[in-house]
C-alpha cells in the first residue's frame, strides 16, 4: 500500500465550484505539505503543516486553504475554482528530526491530482 | 525570479553511456541539494542528495557533484539504463536555518535510447 494517498487522482471542475483534496499518510510523519506543477515547470508550494496546530503559506496560497485535520490527514481547497488553478496538485510529508549540516529530511510524495477547472 | 534553474528542458542519452543533468542556484543561503526523479502519473521521488559541507555524493550509479563557488550542481548516472528516463527535478533548502522548504528547478526529461 502507498504511504501517501491522495484523492481525487483527477477532478473536473467548473470556475466557481469549491474543491477539496485529500491527502492521508501512513509514514507516521509530523509534516505535510502541498505542492502545484504546472506544465513546463517546477512545484511550487502552496502551503505546509509542521503539526496539526501550525499551518503555513507557502510562495502561492493565495486562491487555496488548508485543513489538518489530524497527524495523518491535510486538505487543500479552493473556495472559488478559476481556470489558471488547473494544474498537477501533490501532497508530500517529511520526519521531524533534525536538520542542517549533513542531514536533511527529504519529503516523500503522492501520486498527484490532477485538476482542471473549465 | 527562479532560485533553482534547470536550463535543459531535455536530454536524451544512449543506453551504457553517461547522463550529466545540471542545476544552477542563485541563493547562496541554500546549503542542501536534492534530486528527485518522477515518473509519468506518478509524484516525485528522491534520488540522491547532497550537502553543502561536501562537494560530492555518490550511490551507486548515480553521483551528485557540488561546486560552491560556482553555484552549480550536477547529477551524472553511469551507466544510463533505460528505466532512468524520467523528469529529474533539482531541488534546493536552506535546511541549516531549519527550513524544511523545497525549492525547485522546472526539471529535465531524460531519455534514454536502447
Known amino acids: 500500500d502507498a504511504d501517501v494517498t491522495q484523492t481525487p487522482r483527477n477532478r473536473i471542475t467548473k470556475t466557481g465550484k469549491r474543491i477539496m483534496l485529500e491527502c492521508s499518510q501512513t509514514k507516521g510523519h509530523d509534516r505535510m505539505y502541498w505542492y502545484r506543477q504546472d506544465p513546463g515547470l517546477g512545484l511550487q508550494l502552496i502551503y505546509y503543516s509542521f503539526d496539526v496546530k501550525d499551518i503555513n503559506k507557502g510562495e502561492i496560497s493565495d486562491g487555496y486553504s488548508v485543513s489538518r485535520q489530524a497527524q495523518a490527514k491535510f486538505s487543500l481547497s479552493l473556495e472559488s475554482a478559476i481556470p489558471n488553478q488547473t494544474a498537477l496538485y501533490f501532497c508530500?510529508?517529511?520526519?521531524?528530526?533534525?536538520?542542517?549540516?549533513?542531514?536533511?529530511?527529504?519529503?516523500?510524495f503522492g501520486p498527484g491530482t490532477r485538476l482542471t477547472v473549465l | 525570479d527562479q532560485q533553482v534553474k534547470q536550463n535543459s528542458p531535455s536530454l536524451s542519452v544512449q543506453e551504457g553511456r553517461i547522463s550529466i543533468l545540471n542545476c544552477d542556484y542563485t541563493n547562496s543561503m541554500f546549503d542542501y541539494f536534492l534530486w528527485y526523479k518522477k515518473y509519468p502519473a506518478e509524484g516525485p521521488t528522491f534520488l540522491i542528495s547532497?550537502?553543502?559541507?561536501?562537494d560530492k555524493n555518490e550511490d551507486g550509479r548515480f553521483t551528485v557533484f557540488l561546486n560552491k563557488s560556482a553555484k552549480h550542481l550536477s547529477l551524472h548516472i553511469v551507466p544510463s539504463q533505460p528505466g532512468d528516463s524520467a523528469v529529474y527535478f533539482c531541488?534546493?533548502?536552506?535546511?541549516?536555518?531549519?527550513?524544511?522548504?523545497?525549492?525547485f528547478g522546472k526539471g529535465t526529461k531524460l531519455s534514454v535510447i536502447p
Open positions: 547532497i550537502s553543502s559541507i561536501k
Open positions: 531541488a534546493a533548502s536552506e535546511a541549516g536555518a531549519g527550513s524544511y522548504q523545497l525549492t
Open positions: 508530500a510529508t517529511s520526519d521531524a528530526g533534525t536538520s542542517g549540516g549533513d542531514s536533511y529530511n527529504e519529503q516523500f
